[in-house]
């Protein structure tokens, strides 16, 4: 291969790291780069929800497809869905999908006999599977422990039941959002902010104040002990140009300059707990190469002749 | 799938089935990075459609291998994150088992530790 490409290797620095939250920094790299491991991420990365409901009884006031749907949006807990099997691509099972290569059965059964109203919630979903069980959201605090009880599936009254089969598959974002792993995933570009330190000198107390008030996120705030303008946190700078707008209305057009650096990002994950937020990182990496494999190792067949040819008859207008 | 012509292979499209923005746009950046390649592009024919064109043209060198060397490439470069990711990861949380230590065996005193990169 003559003549390396001018690829950087990016660089990445952790902020904050909890079990379904990470704030990451990405230096070196391009948007392109960032924008397809957030899509991959959000549409991409494998997990498992419920996908077929068998109902036997449901005396509920909810209809059936109701709590089907309900129950195919619960998060369960998917570390065995890089390394299980989509469904259609089992050959264990007869062809139906339901074997336990591919598959998670779960069950529920609830009937209200006392004369309070009962809550079925996610806890009441049996797995056969204990790996793979409804996520458990309770604070490892344990305040209160008695209020966390799970996702409520639906309601009960006296006499009402619900009794059902329930299997969950591995999917990905892309065919519905049940299986998108990922609550949020957000970027930013890094802003870098410079104050113009002799037009702001040339400022009294109160223009300053009235300056660091116009941004809509506290960016800027006064030194008590200098009265000088500084930047208190410049990530919180979401790219409205108020304070510019504000500059210039005040007739000091440059008094503060705010670049937004065109290879630095800042990435904010939040997962639904299915997967844990480091772990969904890593996936999406894993699931990038996958797709880039199959882009490089697929046997091109050559349609030489531009004249025929779908592609040909696009590129012609056709 | 390739579209060029037999006799000039510096210069070809390729068309790939269930892909969408995700590679395209990451590949074409990478693709742009390389010396060797004098054009490239990537559209998308019809939303509703899975599919994506990538157009590359060389200084000569066959526009498939500078396509896979592409891919090559980016997959270099995300594993290169992904240990970066990996490594970071454990200085994080190695950091973090520190900083409790200290907070528990230091009562009063007001030292700040520092966040080390």
Known sequence: MEGASY???????????????????LHDTDASMANALRRVMIAEVPTIAIDLVEIEVNSSVLNDEFIAHRLGLIPLTSQRAMSMRFSRDCDACDGDGQCEFCSVEFHLRAKCISDQTLDVTS????????????????????YESSEQRGIIIVKLRRGQ??????????????????????????????PEIHINEDMMDTLTLEEKQSFVDSSPTRVFDIDPNTQQVVVVDPEAYTYDDEVLKKAEAMGKP???EIYAKEDSFIFTIESTGAVKAFQLVLNAIEILKQKLDAVRLSEDTVEADDQFGELGAHMRGG | MEHGSFTDNSAATFSLTDEDHTIANAVRFTLNQDPRVTFCGYSIPH?????????????????????????QN??????????????????????????????DSQDSSGDDSEESE
């Not at chain 1, 660089?11 to 704030?23: C, F, G, P, S, T």
């Not at chain 2, 939303?47 to 526009?63: F, H, K, L, M, Y």
Request: aromatic share 8%; with cysteine; charged share 30%.
């Open chain 1, 123 to 142: 806890k009441d979903l049996y797995s056969s599977d204990h790996t793979v069980v409804p996520v458990d959201f309770t604070d490892s605090a344990g």
């Open chain 1, 7 to 25: 690829q950087r290797f990016p660089r990445v620095k952790i902020r904050e790291l909890k079990d379904e939250y990470a704030k990451f920094e």
């Open chain 2, 74 to 103: 980016l997959m270099l470069m995300y594993r290169h994150v992904r240990c970066t990711f990996d490594k970071a990861v454990e200085h994080f949380k190695a950091s973090n088992a520190v900083k409790a230590l200290k907070i």
């Open chain 1, 161 to 190: 039941e619900l009794r059902l089969r329930a299997i969950a598959r591995k999917g990905i974002g892309k065919d519905h959002a049940k299986w998108s792993p990922a609550a949020t995933v957000t970027f930013m570009y890094e």
């Open chain 2, 47 to 71: 939303p509703s459609e899975a599919q994506v064109n990538i157009r590359v043209q060389t200084t000569g060198d066959p526009a498939r291998e500078v396509l896979k060397d592409a891919c």
């Open chain 1, 254 to 256: 440059g008094l503060v």
